[in-house]
C-alpha cells in the first residue's frame, strides 16, 4: 500500500518540509497532495513533480491518505479544517501551527480524530530545527513514527505525554531562535564598543555563535565541562563570567523570560 500525504497550505515551511520529504527519498513526487490556494506557491510546489490542487474539492474521492499535515496560520484553522473531515477516519493529522490545541481538531473531524499536535522553530526551514510533538491516544504507534520519520528531515524531534507541556516547548525551542539572535546582536554590540569594526564584529559573533552550537551538539561533553573547559582560573573568560553568572544572573534572566513566554503561550492558545 503507498502512503500518501496531503499537505495544507505550502509556504515557506510546507514547501521546506516537503522538499526535506523528497530530498530524502521517504515520499515520492506522486505520493504526495499539496493543497495551496495561492497560484504562485501552488505553482512553485508543482516544480516538485507533486500533485497541486488549489482546494480541498480538488482532490480525488477515493484518496485515502495516510498523513495530512496542516501548515495554514492558525487563524484561518476553523475555516480549513471542516473540508478535510471527509479523510478523518482514513488519516492521521498533523498540524505545525503554533497555539492550536487537539481539541480544536476533534471539534472539527470528529472526537475519533487521530491528532498529531507539533511545535516546529524557524531553523527548520533549513533542516536544523527542533519540533515538539504530542498526539491523542487515536494515533497509532506506527503512524506516530511514520510522522518522526517526515518530521526528522526538518531537524531533530523530541515527544511530551502531555499537551500543556507544548506550551512549555513554545517558550523555549520555538521562540528560543530569537533569544540566540539576540544574543548575537549584543555581542557584536560588544564587540564595536570594545573598538572592533563592525562588519568583523559581526561576523565574529555569529561564528562564534554557530561554531560553540556545533561543538555542543557534536561533542560527548556536556556545555557545563566545555564551559568549564574554556574557562582558565582568573584568565579572560572567567572575568566575563564573573559577570554573565555572578549571582545567577543569566539564568535568572532567561528562567524570567522564558516563564514570560509560556505564559503568554498560555493566552494566546485558544484557537
Known sequence: MVDNVVLVGCGNMGFAMLKGWLDAGILQPDQVH??????????????????????????????SPRIVLI????????????????LADKATFVSVAAGVKVALFEQYLGDKAAVIRTIPNTPAAIGKGMIVTFRNAHVSDSDAEFVDTLLKTSGKVAAVDDEKLI?????????????????????????VVAGLERKTAELLAMQTVYGAGVLAASSKDTPTTLREQVTSPKGTTAAALDVLMGHDKLKRLMIKAVYKAHQRAIELGTY
Open 71 to 86: 501548515a495554514v496560520k492558525p487563524q484561518v484553522m476553523r475555516d480549513v479544517l471542516p473540508a478535510y473531515e471527509r
Open 167 to 191: 506550551d512549555v516547548a513554545t517558550a523555549v525551542s520555538g521562540s528560543g531562535p530569537a533569544y540566540v539572535f539576540h544574543f548575537i546582536e549584543c555581542l557584536t554590540e560588544a564587540a
Open 34 to 63: 499539496v493543497v495551496e490556494p495561492t497560484d504562485a506557491l501552488r505553482e512553485r510546489a508543482a516544480t516538485l513533480g507533486v500533485h497541486a490542487h488549489a482546494n480541498a474539492s480538488r482532490l480525488e474521492t477515493d484518496l
